[in-house]
Nanobody
Framework: QVQLVESGGGSVQPGGSLRLSCAISEQTPDYFAIGWFRQAPGKEREGVSC????????DYADSVKGRFTISKENRGNTVHLQMNSLEPEDTGIYYC???????????????????WGQGTQVIVSS
């Protein structure tokens, strides 16, 4: 069974940093990709970044390029999202997600990911 558990959210001032982590169950197929999505109040859920479980391929939304870094450790069973130079626009609930790479890393169209974590709150405010 695919299970994802996020941790590491919190409140930070603009310009600050946070590191999110996603613990991935061993049953998650190694041909899946892991992604981070976020949802701000009143807005649709959007993709932030994704990483392949099989190799080092990564992708980022334009709004976070150069500020966020996705990485993995523990044989790919933990995925991190290092968020630097945070802006108020980064505020939202961040979700870890798992599915086929062309679903998780999709940059247009509706979000159709099948497996989600419970989400962790990120607040960027002065």
């Amino acid at each position: 069974q695919v299970q994802l558990v996020e941790s590491g959210g919190g409140s930070v001032q603009p310009g600050g940093s946070l590191r999110l982590s996603c613990a991935i169950s061993e049953q998650t197929p190694d041909y899946f990709a892991i992604g981070w999505f976020r949802q701000a109040p009143g807005k649709e859920r959007e993709g932030v970044s994704c990483i392949s479980r099989r190799d080092e391929n990564t992708d980022y939304a334009d709004s976070v390029k150069g500020r966020f870094t996705i990485s993995k450790e523990n044989r790919g069973n933990t995925v991190h999202l290092q968020m630097n130079s945070l802006e108020p626009e980064d505020t939202g609930i961040y979700y870890c997600a798992a599915d086929l790479p062309n679903v998780v890393c999709r940059t247009d169209g509706p979000v159709t990911v099948r497996y989600w974590g419970q989400g962790t709150q990120v607040i960027v405010s002065s």
